[in-house]
């Protein structure tokens, strides 16, 4: 998932976010309400917004949906630009592009 930090706000690309999808996967359904329910804005055709106090939980819930098996690293995983610092808590989720 695309994604950049500004301010100590982490955005995930709004191209990238998981969809919601009714009778549909459920790891996948899961997977969108889990990142929805710790964001702190979630504009429908926006970039969702977390802010650094959540960036812990983030990094916990993205390894665990990553080592499931049922999604794929593409979906779980945060790709920064080269030139971003990666904050420590955000590196075992992070990738450059």
């Keep these: ?7 100590d706000i982490l ?20 997977y969108f309400w889990a ?3 710790i964001s702190d804005y979630t504009p429908m055709n926006g970039n969702w917004e977390f802010a650094s106090e959540v960036w812990v939980a983030l990094s916990r819930m993205l390894l665990f949906f990553t080592n499931s098996g049922y999604l794929g ?6 790709e ?3 030139d971003t610092l990666i904050p420590d808590v ?6 450059k592009l």
Excluded: H, W
């Design 1 to 7: 998932m695309k994604a950049f930090i500004e301010n």
């Design 11 to 30: 955005y995930i690309d709004k191209e990238d976010l998981p969809q919601y999808q009714k009778g549909k996967s459920i790891v996948r359904n899961n």
């Design 35 to 37: 990142l929805k329910s």
């Design 90 to 95: 955000l590196r075992s989720i992070s990738t």
């Design 73 to 78: 690293y593409r979906e779980t995983m945060l």
């Design 80 to 82: 920064f630009s080269d």
